[in-house]
């Protein structure tokens, strides 16, 4: 038998996660200068990241040749101060992504299921899935989370829920009042990850206190991240916040330094540069002001966008990303959620946005 016949058929059954096109792959597939690529397929940050954690980043340099605080002390206190969790409440990883991957390995089992919504986040169920749970697809509605609908499809199997507040790709957003009545039908045996990779983004009019549920909730985690708004995309790392009982078990199966010191030393920094945190919202509410206007000139559907990205119609998503592509602008298709008619686009700087504006409306003539 081949050896790779030998690993489990649910982990055979599995789609690798897709990202976005890097820069470098698209001048070398093209022959495309890399200055002259402009990339709005992965919600970066188009300002980079801040002077504090620039600053922070070199100081760490110089201490590279020895291992990270693998229990992230720096990071887990600047945080508590934040949030009002205490550090025994928190858990680091490698991006958020790595958070919802130790949700699964701790609280689904072969068999298990995780409930989540279509068109939701790709990686909910290949962490489902890498377990041998069984992913629970819930049918949208308008795009986003239909939660009556999830709450009725939990059963005796079911280990976790996810929920995208925004939702990524589509943007979509639930209103803290939504979310409280969902938990407050949730039994306590289900874990409900809210999964907030955005909500840096939002306005004061949408803000909700998730942390302040937890105390009333034990069976919720928070996870964020740096990769977004704070713009540490490139050194991953992301945290989540529950009950200490939830995070000692997250604990157990985490593995050691999967934090490593450049990454804690930024967040640290990144964290108390509110500067640069409400520079990037401001950005980000003009770049979407922008795309959005375009797409109304263009006669075009959008679903409106709580995120620092927007989802718009455009036909045959395969064909047109294809068309930007070749004119050096990378956005993301989203075949792959269910949506091929569809692009996802970041918001970037305002040039960046004119750019791909202007190669959309080449694409579609």
Do not use: C
């Amino acid at each position: 038998m081949p050896i790779a016949d030998r690993a489990p058929d649910y982990i055979r059954a599995i789609s690798p996660y897709q990202p976005g096109k890097p820069i470098s792959e698209l001048a070398r597939e093209m022959g495309l200068v890399e200055a002259s690529i402009v990339k709005l397929a992965s919600n970066e940050n188009p300002l980079g990241i801040s002077p504090m954690a620039k600053e922070a980043i070199a100081r760490a340099l110089l201490e590279l040749a020895r291992y990270p605080d693998g229990n992230g002390f720096a990071l887990k206190a600047a945080l508590s101060e934040r949030t009002g969790v205490p550090m025994s409440g928190i858990v680091l990883g490698n991006g958020s992504n790595d958070v919802l991957e130790l949700v699964a390995r701790t609280f689904l089992t072969p068999g298990s299921e995780a409930v989540f919504s279509e068109h939701a986040f790709a990686v909910y169920p290949l962490a489902t899935m890498a377990v041998g749970g069984k992913p629970v697809a819930v049918p949208a509605r308008d795009f986003g989370h239909d939660l009556d609908a999830m709450a009725a499809a939990v059963t005796d199997k079911t280990g976790v829920i996810f929920i995208a507040n925004p939702n990524n790709p589509t943007g979509t957003f639930l209103s803290g009042p939504q979310i409280e009545a969902f938990l407050e039908k949730i039994p306590e045996r289900v874990l409900v990850v809210l999964d907030e990779a955005y909500t840096e983004y939002l306005s004061d009019d949408d803000r909700y206190d998730a942390i302040g549920w937890l105390a009333r909730f034990p069976n919720l985690l928070v996870s964020r991240t740096f990769s977004k708004a704070y713009g540490l995309a490139g050194l991953r790392v992301g945290y989540g916040l529950a009950h200490p009982s939830v995070i000692d078990l997250l604990n157990r199966v985490r593995q050691p330094f999967n934090v490593n010191s450049l990454a804690l030393a930024a967040a640290t920094a990144a964290l108390r540069d509110e500067e640069f945190l409400a520079k990037s919202a401001a950005l980000n509410r003009r770049g979407m002001a922008q795309l959005t206007d375009a797409f109304r000139a263009m006669s075009l559907e959008w679903i409106p966008s709580w995120g620092n990205f927007v989802t718009v119609k455009v036909g045959d998503g395969d064909q047109i990303n294809r068309k930007l592509l070749a004119q050096g602008v990378i956005v993301r298709p989203i075949a792959s959620y269910g949506m091929p008619q569809w692009l996802r686009v970041s918001i970037g700087l305002p040039e960046e946005n004119a750019r791909f504006i202007s190669a959309l409306q080449q694409a579609l003539s």
